[in-house]
Antibody, heavy 124, light 109 residues
């Protein structure tokens, strides 16, 4: 059973940055795309972007371009999502989720395993 | 981004009812549509992918259909445990990327 273990909750000030980590429990680190999704309180799911673990290439949702950076550390098999210039509207639970196997044509998903979520609270 | 339009936004039904949720994509996404169930305070759970393939371990009361731009999720013999919000999602890798529908909240009468 694959598990994605995320870092603990964070409280940040407006204008700051936050970096959330996600570590798969098994060797699927290099075999599957990794996505980030966020959910503001009482709201729906919002896709933020994807990272290819084999080369580190990324695609970000237009909403977050210029403000989000997704990386991976192959030595620790850990993924990271950093969001900068935080405002109160960034208060949300941030999820990582496993997508399609790398190399599968035409698709990046679906998302079969999800992290437990990391609450990021932005205060002024 | 691809627009995924779900309807209704909420519904209320009785135990044993059959309910259907629809999802429309702003462009042709082929069969690359997934449905997720999210219970309050919980992580989303994959129910269906490739429009109609039920994920392993998911009840056969859940079924999906459609292709191209129009899709639906049907829950037969509704149970109290089905109370949740359901989201559709396109997952093809063409531009402009993945997106989720706004969600449908299912409640019991």
């Amino acid at each position: 059973q694959v598990q994605l273990v995320q870092s603990a909750a964070e409280v940040k000030k407006s204008g700051a940055s936050v970096k959330v980590s996600c570590r798969p429990s098994e060797s699927s680190f290099t075999s599957h795309y990794l996505h980030w999704v966020r959910q503001a309180p009482g709201q729906g799911l919002e896709w933020m972007g994807i990272i290819n673990p084999t080369g580190g290439s990324t695609v970000y949702a237009q909403t977050f371009q210029g403000r989000v950076t997704m990386t991976r550390d192959t030595s620790t098999s850990t993924f990271y999502m950093e969001l900068s210039s935080l405002t109160s509207e960034d208060t949300a639970v941030y999820f990582c989720a496993r997508g399609a196997r790398v190399g599968v044509r035409y698709v990046w998903g679906p998302f079969d395993y999800w992290g437990q979520g990391t609450l990021v609270t932005v205060s002024s | 981004d691809t627009q995924m339009t779900q309807s209704p936004s909420s519904l209320s039904a009785s135990v044993g009812d059959t309910v259907t949720i629809t999802c429309r994509a702003s462009h042709d996404i082929g069969p690359y549509l997934a449905w997720y169930q999210q219970k309050p305070g919980k992580v989303p759970k994959l129910l269906i992918y490739a429009a109609s393939t039920v994920q392993a371990g998911v009840s056969s009361r859940f079924s999906g259909s459609g292709s191209g731009t129009d899709f639906s999720l049907t829950i037969s013999s509704l149970q109290p445990d089905d109370v949740a919000t359901y989201y559709c999602q396109n997952y093809d890798n063409g531009p402009p990327g993945l997106s989720f529908g706004a969600g449908t909240k299912v409640e019991m009468k």
